[in-house]
């Protein structure tokens, strides 16, 4: 984590913590997110990691699903952790860590489930990450990816000048990236966003009210796959 690229992540992610812009993620992403919940068909012992978890509002959402299990938050972001903490005080089962995905803080072979919700495009070696992610994983646990911002969602590319280094891959490209990693049963779909587009649009990510409900339409892009029973160095 003593990388260039991964302290400038760091020190980005810092301020926008401390301009609370990490406040408006679950009402702008919660619907999307409950979908993706509901089809990992969560288990009462199960183990998740949020990756990239912010302050933590899907950890929190996941929480209850799993109600003899855990669920472990980590973000590159000391300060977004902090938030999270403090966010999270008095919940059980649920632990917030300050982590990279390239070197994630955590035992082999301990999750059954892993998450990155808005998180990939921002990593600097996404491979790595999802190296790591396997690592992490028990045999035949799950990762799931899930991303606004990619090649295929057109009304997105305008975010790129907005944004820290990112990487704008296809769908195709990031589900590569999950079998070079060793995944299998690599799927893809989208994730239409289903919350009503306002009549006037004024914020900065999007032209217009248009534009906006033309990107809810085409939908996030999710991409998941399965650790294999057998992983050789795993």
Known sequence: MGDIATENLREEFNRWAEAGRDEGMEQ???????????????????RMLDVGCGNGWLSRMVVPHVP??????????????????????????L???????DQI????????????MESAYYWPDPGQGMR????????GGTAWMLINYYRDNVHSHQWGPLLPPTHLLAADEWAELFHVAGFR???????PDPTPTPDVYTGRWFRDAEQLR???????LLVHGTKPESTAGN
């Open 28 to 46: 702008e992403h919660r619907r999307i997110t409950e979908s993706v919940v509901a089809l990992m068909n969560l288990q009462p012992l199960d």
């Open 68 to 93: 003899q299990g855990c669920v472990v938050g980590i973000d590159i972001s000391d300060q977004m952790v902090r938030r999270a903490q403090v966010a999270s005080a008095g919940w059980d089962r």
């Open 95 to 101: 632990t917030f860590l300050v982590g990279g995905v």
């Open 105 to 116: 803080p955590w035992e082999s072979g301990f999750f059954t489930h892993a998450i990155s």
């Open 132 to 139: 790591e992610i396997l690592r992490v994983l028990a045999a």
């Open 185 to 191: 049963e690599v799927a893809q779909r989208r994730i």
């Open 214 to 220: 033309k990107f809810r339409a085409e939908g996030a």
